[in-house]
């Protein structure tokens, strides 16, 4: 079994930062690309950004140069670093996970809530 435990959720001033974590524990599992979404009220689930475990990245063109995306391979942890958050951006934030030689995100975390506040 795997359980994506994400933090560093909260509110946030319109132009601020924050840092989200994702820990994965994965007891003998193989882990590939990790990657976060978010949800806001009323609105479809979204791609922010993903690493592959050699650490390649992809981001969506509107966190282009405003967010980044790492990962700690041996702590099974992937981060997001959130600047210049606007409040159209306010969402549950949620990281997700492939299985390896398996094509799409397979495990889930619950999530957590980001509030830019204008």
């Known amino acids: 079994q795997v359980r994506l435990v994400e933090s560093g959720g909260g509110l946030v001033q319109a132009g601020g930062s924050l840092r989200l974590s994702c820990t994965a524990f994965a007891s003998a599992m193989c882990l590939s690309r990790m990657g976060w979404y978010r949800q806001a009220p009323g609105k479809e689930r979204e791609l922010v950004a993903t690493?592959?475990?050699?650490?390649?990245?992809y981001y969506v063109d509107s966190m282009k140069g405003r967010f980044t995306i790492s990962r700690d391979n041996a702590l099974n942890t992937v981060y997001l670093q959130m600047n210049g958050l606007n409040s159209e951006e306010t969402a549950v934030y949620y990281c997700?996970?492939?299985?390896?030689?398996?094509?799409?995100?397979?495990?889930w975390g619950q999530g957590t809530q980001v509030t830019v506040s204008s």
């Open positions: 997700a996970a492939e299985a390896c030689g398996v094509a799409g995100m397979k495990y």
């Open positions: 690493i592959a475990p050699d650490g390649q990245t």
